[in-house]
Structure formats: C-alpha cells, structure tokens
C-alpha cells in the first residue's frame, strides 16, 4: 500500500537547477501517484493529463537549453476548483456549476502558465469554497477529512500527485487541510496574490499554495505575483525570486486563542514539546502573562469566529441570491443557513463586524514591536474521523480575521497523524516570515 510522501521532502525546484530532476520525469512520478493515490482519496475533479506531458516537454527542454521561464518551470501543479482555468472546467463544489467551462485564466492561473509550471489537474473544494465537503479523503489515513475547502489540494500534495497546488482561504481553507494532511500551506497577507477569475471575492479572502516543501510554496506565490500581481489596490507580494534565507528568530509570541478551550491532549503536549525545543535553540518565547502586547492581541481575537462568520454572511449576499433563485435545491443547508444569516443582518451590522476587525488588525501591528512572529496550532488536533465536516477552524480564523501572512508548517504530529505548526507574520513581512519559518522548521525537524 502506498504511503504519503513528506518529510523529508526535497524541493522541485532545486531539483530543476540543480538537473537532478527533469520536468517529464517528475509529472510522470507524479502520474504514478495518482493512478495509485486517486481511487482511494479522490483529490481531482478534471485532469489535462496530455496536455500536462506536452507542456512538461517543453519545460524539459527549456532547462536542457537553460531556458528555464522561472524556477517552477516544468512543477506539476493542481488548481482548486473555484478557481478558473481556460481548458478545464471549474465545477466550485456546487451542482450548479456542473459542466461549467470558463473561456479564460484566472490571474493565478495566468501567472503559473506564465512561469511554466504543467498544470494537472482542477483539486476537489468544498461547496463554494465553503463548509459542505466533497468527499476528498485524507491520505494519511481515508476514514478522516482532508479539511478544506481546499480539501484536494492538499491531499493531491500530501499523496505526492502534484508538487504544489493552489488553494484559497477566507476562513482556514489554506492552512487547515494543510495540517491535517502533513504539507507546507502559505496564506499570504489580504491582497498578496491576484484574485481575478477566482470564486474568492470575500474582503478577506486570500489565495495561496499547498506544497511539499517551504521552498516550492514559496516559489508558486512569488511567481504568481511577479506576473499578474496582488489584488487591484495593494502592491502585491514582494520578495526575492530565491526562498528567503533561514533567519533564527529571537522571540516568538505563543498565541492562545478561542481554541484552547478544545485544544486535544496530544496536540497540547506536541505544541509543548515544540515550544521547549525553539527554546533550547536560543528563542524566547513570550505569552500573554508576561507581554501586554499580546495580551491585547488574544482579547481581540478571542471573537474571531464569530466576526468572520457575520463579515462572511453580508457578503455572500451575492452571488448567493442569484444561487437561490435559480436552484435552491440544488445547494446544501449549510449554504440555506449562510443565506438566512446574511438576509438577517444590516448594513449596520455589517459595518459594526468590520470596525471589530479593524480594531483587531491595529492592536496585532502593536505586536509587532515585541517579536518576530506568532506561534500556534494550525487546528485542536489531528483531522477528525469522518467525511461530514472538514473539521474545527478556531485556530486559523483569528490569521484570517488579522489579514497577515500565515504559514502551515508540517513539523508536528499527534497520535501519529500530521498536525501543523501555525506561524502569523506582519503586515508587508510575508518573505521575513518564511525566513523565521525556514529556521523554525529546520530546527524542530532536528529536535
């Protein structure tokens, strides 16, 4: 039986540099993968299988000539399914969409065309990126979720049946499935990456890569946004082309939000030993007792569910009109009840959510003062048993709500099964939090 392929993982792009690895050759590995992977964990919607060898040849030769577009040239990558893509159809988890084929790219997509990266394949969401799954299983183990709603991103990276893959977070989408299924997940600060053409218009929204490894998913996003930019009216993620160097960090912030009230005894005590490892390392770790600063920042945070639940409600009010009045039978309860929610609030309400958040994101830039980054878990624990949910969002809600970079990193487990390390960064600090990231990560895989 195969098992998923992790740590130790070496990066695809070093590989491509370094002629260690040829772009055919990895899609077909990858192509192996998959044809072993799929029919137990049911990652892809839509595959481009020709297609993908053809632009993986063109790669091939492109490095061979030292051509290479960028360092992605020749990465088999997956897309998640809300996002558009002009040769497959993009289906956003929703029967309302079956058969839908976009005539054009969204800028993500663009992007990685762009860059050379051989797109696969569209990655199974949830139901409009949202809450109702779709039956995408968790390679590590198939009778639990892969989370979501990037659910066949990440499982797709974790069972090695692409390099990297696109997700989207509005919520947790990115950094949760990333957890619970043992691979890197980089939500960039709001405004990071171009949306355009994506189902992901929310005020928080963000998208984002899954990878195998911190380098590659650093290489997806910086190629994306050298090539169509950040969304209309921010700068962009900025950067260098090379993955930010390794920098220790002196002392990171151990965020204890809504979740620690059920926070599991293994993913405490994982967290715990983590924490004590960083600190042998030379990194001081402060909490909330001792740093006012943070204090503050947990107070603040502390309702992030329910903000970002109402902010989100309000603003779905369309398209999800439009859904309702064409097909309400064709949409789950979860989204009836979004519906409900958004036609119960007022604009007043609204605007009260998005002061709340406001005045959340102004005491977390407080912080920055007092350390490098923040630290906490990327879920309560381990991905639960069962297909019905896509589990517990607490813990990357208070990231979202705060529009800062966040990254997932693989580097702790709890009984056995993947949990990810949450690292939150500053505003216009998304490449020195993959530098502090980069340290963190070598230094608990040495631990």
């Keep these: 039986m195969p098992q998923p392929r992790l740590r130790p993982y070496l990066s695809r792009i070093q590989g491509f540099a370094a002629g260690r690895d040829s772009p055919r050759a990895v899609l077909e590995e990858c192509l192996e993968a998959l044809e072993g992977w799929e029919p137990r964990i049911g990652a892809f919607t839509a595959l481009g299988v020709e297609a993908a060898r053809r632009a993986a040849d063109g790669a091939t030769l492109r490095w061979r000539d030292g051509r290479a577009l960028s360092p992605i040239d020749g990465m088999p990558v997956g897309i998640k399914d809300t996002i558009e893509t002009e040769d497959l159809p993009t289906g956003m988890g929703s029967p309302l969409y079956d058969g839908y084929q976009p005539r054009f790219d969204a800028a993500s997509v663009q992007g990685l065309r762009e860059a050379g990266a051989v797109i696969l394949g569209k990655t199974v969401t949830t139901e409009f990126a949202s809450t109702e799954p779709r039956g995408t299983r968790n390679p590590w183990d198939t009778e639990r979720t892969p ?27 990115i950094l949760r499935p990333s957890g619970f299924c043992g691979a890197y997940g980089f939500k960039p600060g709001v405004g990071g990456l171009n949306r355009g053409g994506s189902l992901d218009f929310l005020s928080q929204s963000c998208t984002g890569p899954i990878a195998a490894s911190l380098e590659d998913c650093w290489a997806m996003a910086i190629a994306i946004a050298e090539r169509v ?6 700068p962009g993620l900025g950067g260098p082309k090379a993955p930010p160097p390794a920098r220790r960090p002196e002392r990171l912030a151990l965020l204890r939000t809504a979740g620690w ?41 502390a309702p992030a569910m329910e903000i970002v639940t109402r902010i989100n409600a309000w603003e779905w009010l369309w398209p999800l009109g439009s859904y309702m009045r064409r097909d309400p039978a064709g949409l789950s309860q979860a989204t009836h009840r979004r519906w409900e929610m958004a036609r119960s609030m007022t604009r ?23 350390c490098d980054a923040v630290v906490s878990l990327t879920a309560p624990g381990a991905a639960p048993v069962g297909l019905g949910s896509t589990g517990n969002p607490v813990f990357v809600a208070p990231g979202s709500m705060l529009g800062v970079p966040a990254l997932a990193l693989p580097c702790l487990t709890a009984g056995g099964l993947p949990l990810g390390l949450q690292l939150l960064g500053f505003r216009d600090a998304d490449a020195t939090l993959f530098g502090h990231a980069a340290w963190v990560d070598r230094a608990l895989s040495a631990a």
Aim: proline fraction near 3%; include cysteine.
């Design 147 to 173: 989370g979501g709603s990037s659910s066949g991103s990440a499982a797709a990276v974790a069972a090695g049946e692409v390099c990297g893959a696109l997700g989207t977070q509005v919520v947790g989408s």
């Design 348 to 370: 007043a309400d609204y605007a009260m959510m998005l002061d709340r958040r406001q005045a959340a994101r102004e005491t977390f830039a407080c912080l920055a003062a007092r």
């Design 261 to 301: 009230t059920v926070l599991e005894p293994q993913a405490q005590a994982a967290l715990e030993a983590a924490l004590e490892s960083l600190r042998r390392a030379g990194v001081e770790i402060l909490d909330a007792a001792t740093c006012p600063e943070l204090a503050a920042v947990e107070d603040a945070v």
């Design 229 to 234: 930019g950040g969304d209309p009216g921010y």
